[in-house]
């Protein structure tokens, strides 16, 4: 069985998914904005376009004729899954999921309204007027998002009426496209967020991996951790949630779900129908397939007897700090002496501020403190740095 499947995206996810893919005797072509993406280099085959843009993505389908349209990111002109779906195509893990996503809206109304999991309160706005109103329902402090954006891009907190004017403006500023409209949610007091890895398949039941914690700052993940301590109750209720919208949204795959733990219970957040960033620690060796490889495994339809944790592990991001290109990795010898420890750089061409760049991961037997494996892995990722080996 060999699928031809076109990746749109192609980053460090894309990456690791494209080798598990190979692994299993596929064909991949990598497609992202720009030449020699990290996916790429390990891909049959590339193209280099411009996703939001359907006639691009159009003629890249039409020319690759694929089986699998795979997405690795939001930032896609989804629209035209449905169209590829009536074409015979399999989109993973569907044209809804995948569409109903990229909008904070579609899925916050299937969240909150037709399925009615908890979520943080909510108001809609397209105007500043509008959006005072919605700050005043929603109450101080409040989180704004634009409908359309990922990575924290537009988002900020309004913390006193004074931030009012500015966070709308922000907002407008980080919206993608001509996408005008953000929700406002109430601040969500949670103890911990998590994230729950959740695996839907063709022939075979909803699979939950142990839940993984994770820390956020600027809109990215700097550290997750696996297994997150959970209550039974919470968990429970977390895996019920994942179900639920997971099975409205159809298809099969991994699916990142967030939840924020609260003393009220918890808290629907939002979903990735793809493999997610956090889940990153699962390639420390922690589960027995990691995401990549259950994610590789669901969308062919192979079978997933079980996920099973083999050891608790921790993921912390090295970023770089400038612009440039050809980076210049240093530190790897002194990291890669500690034992129980591993790197994975994600060779991308070019580095600007904040831009993920590797991750050092970390692991010990189960029943080990994790505290102490996340404390190694932070004082680990501060000594791998990268510079830019040439000025951009
Ligand atoms: N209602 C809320 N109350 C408190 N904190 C929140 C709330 N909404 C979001 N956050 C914080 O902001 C982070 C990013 O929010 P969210 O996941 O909705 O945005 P995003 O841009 O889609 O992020 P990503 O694409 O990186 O997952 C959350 O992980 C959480 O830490
Ligand atoms: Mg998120």
Redesign the pocket.
Known sequence: MQKKILLLGSGELGRELSISLQRLGQYVIAVDSYAGAPAMQVSQAFEVINMLDGAALDQVVAKHKPDLIVPEI?AIRTERFYEYEKQGITVVPSAKAANYTMN?KEIRNLAAEALKLRT?KYQYAKTAAEFSEAVEKIGIP??V?PLM?????G?S?VKTKADIEKAWKYAMEGSRGDYAEVIV??????NA?ITLLTVTQKNGNTLFCPPIG?R?ER???RESWQPFAISPSDLREAEMMAQKVTQALTGAGIW?V?F?LTDEGV?F??L?PRP??TGMVTLAGTQNLNEFELHARAILGLPIPEIVLERVGVSAVVLAEENGKNPLYSGLEDVLKEPQTDVRIFNKPTTRPYRRMAVVLTYDKIGTDINKVKEKAISLSKRLSVKPGEPI
């Open positions: 939001e904070r943080a409040c989180v998002k954006s990922s990575s924290g891009k988002q907190i949610e109430g601040f969500i007091k949670f967020e994770h956020q809109g990215d993940y990142g967030e924020f808290y957040s939002e990735s997610h960033d």
